[in-house]
T-cell receptor, first 113, second 113 residues
Framework: KAGVTQTPRYLIKTRGQQVTLSCSPI?????VSWYQQTPGQGLQFLFE???????NKGNFPGRFSGRQFSNSRSEMNVSTLELGDSALYLC????????????FGQGTRLTVV | GENVEQHPSTLSVQEGDSAVIKCTYS??????FPWYKQELGKRPQLIID?????GEKKDQRIAVTLNKTAKHFSLHITETQPEDSAVYFC????????????FGTGTLLAVQP
């Protein structure tokens, strides 16, 4: 069974641009969560999707948004990029909703210059 | 708010020794406590987890204990090997219909041959 797939693996963007990251969960998994990982702040929850609905949102500005499609694939978008958005963005896949095991993708390394 | 404290931030042990990492959570509704291992440049990998209705769980050289009253949980690694060297993260799930995880700040474990 294929694992969680995130694309692209690496991105370099300029301040002010926007970016879209993609996550394909493990086959059969319907829940996708997104996390931002930085050396200073560690792993921070961004948002969580289940059955195409956002179920929970972390403490991030409105520039961060996401969505989930009917095939459970998810995308997150960051608009008006800032230098501080440089981070590893990780997607986690879970079979069900509610304290379920979460399996991470390899992440997208975003660098904002 | 929700918070998970993790100690120590770095831990150096000799091969064959035991390692213990401790976490404390703040949200009494938390009911799921996973541990992740992240090697340099790789994804966080789920290594063991425990739910609030269990006090201890073992998987070969790894064990996790949970004290709900004190809101403490710990990871124990016995007979450490150089390949155990990585950053270890504890996390707590908020309970209810969410997979949101609050992560500790990580412990860099170095196993000296």
């Amino acid at each position: 069974k294929a694992g969680v797939t995130q694309t692209p693996r690496y991105l370099i963007k300029t301040r002010g641009q926007q970016v879209t990251l993609s996550c394909s969960p493990i086959s059969g998994h319907r829940s996708v969560s997104w996390y931002q990982q930085t050396p200073g702040q560690g792993l921070q929850f961004l948002f969580e999707y289940f059955s195409e609905t956002q179920r929970n949102k972390g403490n991030f500005p409105g520039r961060f948004s996401g969505r989930q499609f009917s095939n459970s694939r998810s995308e997150m978008n960051v608009s008006t990029l800032e230098l501080g958005d440089s981070a590893l963005y990780l997607c986690a896949s879970s079979f069900q909703q509610g304290s379920a095991e979460a399996f991470f993708g390899q992440g997208t390394r975003l660098t904002v210059v | 708010g929700e918070n998970v404290e993790q100690h120590p931030s770095t831990l150096s042990v000799q091969e064959g020794d035991s390692a213990v990492i401790k976490c404390t959570y703040s949200d009494s509704a938390s009911n799921y406590f996973p541990w992740y291992k992240q090697e340099l440049g790789k994804r966080p990998q789920l290594i063991i987890d425990i739910r609030s209705n269990v006090g201890e769980k073992k998987d070969q050289r790894i064990a996790v204990t949970l004290n709900k009253t004190a809101k403490h949980f710990s990871l124990h690694i016995t007979e450490t090997q150089p390949e155990d060297s990585a950053v270890y993260f504890c996390a707590a799930s908020g309970g209810g219909a969410t997979n949101k995880l609050i992560f500790g700040t990580g412990t860099l474990l170095a196993v000296q041959p």
